[in-house]
């Protein structure tokens, strides 16, 4: 019972015996196939859920721009205008504007991985469902990546909407260039950020009320992440502990791509630490989750509310 759905050895897909799985085992591709669509299940019933309720769905487009709009009104109140030569100072450009907008959209991906993914198990407590879902016969992995699938997409759709409507309103500029590589360095943070979401996730599990947790690590990595200021004002110990957030260095490169910021450090050097805090994140957070995982069903505490 505890090994079922693990996906290593003697796994079943569509009521075939795989054997051991690997790289040579021509049924690998039928496993991640029907991983593949268990995942892509799982992302088409939030959305289904999501767009039953469409005045709330709106909503969720409509608030992050509103959030938005005291930080960028507040700076250019601050400073006097939209740009700062003491910014450019610290990171190399002085547009206020689109400085805070482009850090501020990350805020987004933070949600996902500390809230999303963790609140979406206590979800299907409140659905009455957790037990149907675990009883799937997939990895529980496969179910929390579902999750991360349309989060992504659902914070993509939210930042295209912010990005427009700040565009209407301050004509932002950044580089044509500097997107596709602002691409792929998001790609690789949000793997890293999974890892994360497992272990907000796991957390449900254990504690229930699980935002508790996500609360508290929320409040810490918005603080040292440079969201709407450099990271050179934070103090030493605070930027130390900011490199060890994968968010860190997805605001630093799409900004440096986009808008031209200094990072303190090469391209190469960000895109290695985010791979060592991919490789970190996701490792522990499928340890973590499969620990606690463990532990609650052998509890016998799953089912709690």
């Known amino acids: 019972m505890e090994d079922r759905g693990q996906g290593v050895k003697g796994s079943r897909v569509q009521g075939q015996d795989t054997g051991t799985?690997?790289?040579?085992?021509?049924?690998?591709?039928?496993?991640?196939?029907?991983?593949a669509r268990a995942i892509w299940a799982?992302?088409?019933?939030?959305?289904?859920?999501?767009?039953?309720?469409?005045?709330d769905f709106a909503r969720t487009l409509v608030d992050p721009v509103v959030f938005l709009l005291p930080y960028l009104l507040y700076g250019v109140a601050l400073v006097g205008g939209r740009q700062s030569e003491h910014l450019r100072e610290l990171v190399g450009t002085s547009d206020i504007i689109t400085f805070v907008t482009l850090g501020y959209v990350f805020i987004g991906f933070m949600n996902m991985a500390l809230w999303a993914m963790g609140f979406s198990l206590r979800k299907e407590q409140f659905f009455g469902t957790l037990e149907s879902v675990f009883a799937a016969p997939v990895p529980r992995w496969v179910f929390t990546l579902g999750m991360a699938c349309h989060s992504i997409m659902h914070q993509g759709l939210i930042i295209a909407v912010q990005l427009v409507a700040i565009f209407a309103v301050f004509s932002i500029t950044v580089s044509p260039t500097g997107i596709l590589p602002s691409l792929l360095i998001v790609a690789v943070m949000l793997i890293a950020l999974y890892?994360?979401?497992?272990?907000?996730?796991?957390?449900?599990?254990?504690?229930?009320?699980?935002?508790?947790?996500?609360?508290?690590?929320a409040s810490i990595v918005m603080v040292i992440t440079p969201i709407a200021y450099p990271l050179a004002v934070l103090p030493v110990f605070m930027q130390k502990a900011a490199m060890a957030v994968p968010t860190t260095y997805g605001i630093l490169g799409v900004r440096h791509f986009l808008l031209g910021e200094q990072m303190g450090f090469s391209i190469g050097t960000a895109f290695l630490r985010l791979g060592v805090l991919?490789?970190?994140?996701?490792?522990?957070?499928?340890?973590?989750?499969?620990?606690?995982?463990?532990?609650?069903?052998?509890?016998g505490t799953l089912s709690h509310y």
């Open 278 to 299: 991919c490789v970190a994140w996701v490792a522990f957070g499928l340890i973590i989750f499969a620990v606690i995982d463990r532990y609650t069903r052998r509890s």
């Open 42 to 55: 799982e992302n088409i019933k939030e959305w289904k859920i999501e767009l039953c309720y469409k005045a």
């Open 21 to 35: 799985l690997g790289p040579s085992n021509p049924r690998t591709l039928a496993v991640i196939g029907h991983y």
């Open 195 to 217: 890892g994360i979401g497992m272990i907000m996730a796991s957390t449900t599990l254990i504690f229930k009320q699980g935002w508790i947790v996500s609360e508290i690590l």
